[in-house]
């Protein structure tokens, strides 16, 4: 199982922006799908980003369309999620995870490893 933890995230006000970052274990950080999932008070995990292992494509659910970017540097087995005119509706816990296996996937369960999450607050 992979190791994941995440860092960055924080108390930002509206509009602002905020940028978390995830650092895995291991050496076969590259050929890992990676994903951003949240979850907010009372309300289920949910999918915000995943990137693919190779050709970097990208995904992304439709309320962070355009305002969040995933990207990844294998270098540093480290997947990022940048973060741009946040919204109090963001405000949440955000988790890393990775995929081991061949595919990317928008669900929870296509995802085998996790981290233990960062706290977002966007608050005025």
């Known amino acids: 199982q992979v190791q994941l933890v995440e860092s960055g995230g924080g108390l930002v006000q509206p509009g602002n922006s905020l940028r978390l970052s995830c650092v895995a274990s291991?050496?076969?950080?590259?050929?890992?799908?990676m994903g951003w999932f949240r979850q907010a008070p009372g309300k289920e995990r949910e999918f915000v980003a995943s990137?693919?292992?190779?050709?970097?494509?990208?995904y992304y659910a439709e309320p962070v369309e355009g305002r969040f970017t995933i990207s990844r540097d294998n270098a540093k087995n480290t997947v990022f999620l940048q973060m741009s005119s946040l919204k109090p509706e963001d405000t949440a816990v955000y988790y890393c995870?990775?995929?081991?296996?061949?595919?990317?996937?928008?669900?929870?369960?296509?995802?085998?490893?996790w981290g233990q999450g960062t706290q977002v607050t966007v608050s005025s």
């Open positions: 291991g050496r076969a950080f590259s050929s890992y799908a």
């Open positions: 995870a990775a995929r081991t296996t061949i595919g990317v996937g928008r669900a929870a369960s296509d995802f085998d490893s």
């Open positions: 990137i693919s292992r190779s050709v970097y494509s990208t």
